[in-house]
């Protein structure tokens, strides 16, 4: 089990988010966010968009915090990266 976050460095809605994604599995994922209290709302094709003030809980969880392009390498090499589709 891997669950991976990357430091919040994403401003919107005067939040700043990070992105939190599993590199095993989208059930592993699913179940980590629900069990962090985030909202199925949340997940975007194949991470969710964490707020900051969860930063912390997620690391104690025992998510694994690295930089987001090994975030993204790592989601892709799982074979679990779905990016979005050009307009």
Excluded: C, N
């Excluded at 949340?42 to 690391?59: E, G, K, M, Q, T």
């Excluded at 694994?64 to 990266?81: F, H, I, K, N, T």
């Amino acid at each position: 089990m891997t669950i991976l976050i990357d430091p919040p460095q994403v401003q919107w809605r005067d939040r700043w988010w990070s992105h939190l994604v599993s590199d095993t599995s989208y059930d592993e994922l699913h179940a980590f966010a629900a069990a962090l209290g985030v909202p199925p709302r949340a997940f975007d094709r194949d991470h969710y968009d964490i707020p900051d003030d969860l930063f912390d809980a997620a690391v104690a969880a025992g998510a694994q915090v690295v930089r987001s392009r090994e975030l993204v390498g790592r989601l892709a090499a799982a074979g679990l990266r779905r990016p979005k589709r050009p307009r």
